[in-house]
């Protein structure tokens, strides 16, 4: 058995941790650069957080230039500013979105070049960083992602409409603040999409060829927190136990993935943001129960366990038959939940599946590595068709 657990976030998880904020941040220093996700813009949240950090002596420069699907040129412009000051650190509020331009403003703030230069894209000459790059604090406001807990970075270019991701352990978040209480003001939409993502980080790296005992662990905590709070988190958003829950779950799975890496439904789902900026959850959401019924039987085991953990009343049934049903569970979860989404409601069209299964093929070679099942180019010609 081989393991290797590298986790070097330090993470403070609780209602109200926000308002540790600024005795957190202190702590690298006086001078911050606050990345803000502009849903927070005058809001009394944000009134707060400068008061805390101000009490605390933290004097910041706020950025709000943050975007769903985070652009290579809102970022570099976000680098170009933080080059032009002395800062002490980052520290990014917001969703995935505000959360990896902060990670990659940090990164680039210390290193050369445009932040697109240290994707991962295959075949081209990908930059690493030579410098640390400067601390890191997120606060994540949605669960979904999980990207105060990974080294991940992602990256919209819509000059090429390409979407990929720094993959570093230079971005790791130094330390995530995750207080279930900024999420509440999500909407039931954000909240479902987001949800599944967090849902599909867990059970992607559970299933993923990568896995280990201690991933797989993590995994499946992810899923009985997911099970257990998605439906009330949507139906009720000012429920805080189920907005503890879903928060848990999202943190969980982003350790999950820092662990064994995604699978399927995120080759498909990062370059279908790429093409048509559809939100990340719904690009997963479209495609995670069809990409389960093609990977059949193979995994049966897992999907066995996690249709179970969804829904407790197929307990006595057999493993095959278990791991058959878990794609309909997941497809009336998705529609009692608002996430039955499609490939073509985001905007694909028929005449760019090929062009669009050669760009996953081509570049998310990672993904594809991971997934128990080997997919071939036709293989995914054939599973966009049906998620459209
Ligand atoms: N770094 C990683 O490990 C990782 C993993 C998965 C996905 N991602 C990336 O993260 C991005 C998606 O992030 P996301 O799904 O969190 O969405 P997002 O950050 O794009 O936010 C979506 C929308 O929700 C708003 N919002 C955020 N929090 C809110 C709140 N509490 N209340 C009301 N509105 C709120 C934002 O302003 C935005 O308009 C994608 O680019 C995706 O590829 C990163
Ligand atoms: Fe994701």
Partial sequence: MKININFPVQIYFGNGEIHNIGKRARIFGQNAFLVMDPFLKNSSIEKQIMQNLNDNGVVITPFYDVVPN??????????????????????????????????????????YGSCWDYTE???????RPKEKGLPMIAVPTTAGTGSEATPYAVINN?????????????VFPTVSIVDPELMISMPPELTALTGVDAFSHAFESYINVNAHPFSEMIALESIKYFAKNIRQA???G????????????????????????TTVPHALGQPLSGLTNAPHGGTIAACLPEVVEWTLPVAAEKFAVV?????????LKSIEEKAELLPSILVDLFREIGADVTFSG??????????????V???FQLDLKGHPKVATKDDLVALIRKCM
């Fill in 70 to 111: 985070p652009t290579v040129d809102l970022i570099d412009n976000g680098v170009e500013q933080i080059k032009k000051g002395h800062y002490d650190l980052v520290i990014a509020i917001g969703g995935g979105s505000a959360i990896d331009t902060g990670k990659a403003i940090a990164l680039l703030a210390s290193n």
């Fill in 121 to 127: 894209r295959l075949g081209a000459n990908v930059l």
């Fill in 158 to 170: 819509p000059h090429i409409h390409q979407k990929c991701t720094i993959v570093n352990p230079a």
């Fill in 234 to 236: 949507v139906k009720n």
């Fill in 238 to 261: 000012t429920d805080i136990e189920a907005r503890n829950g879903m928060a848990w779950a999202c943190t969980l799975g982003g350790m999950a993935i820092a662990h064994a890496g």
């Fill in 307 to 315: 249709a179970e953990i969804l829904d407790p009343s197929v307990k």
């Fill in 346 to 359: 985001y905007g694909l069209k028929e005449d760019d599946i090929y062009s669009f299964a050669d760009t």
């Fill in 361 to 363: 093929y081509t570049s």
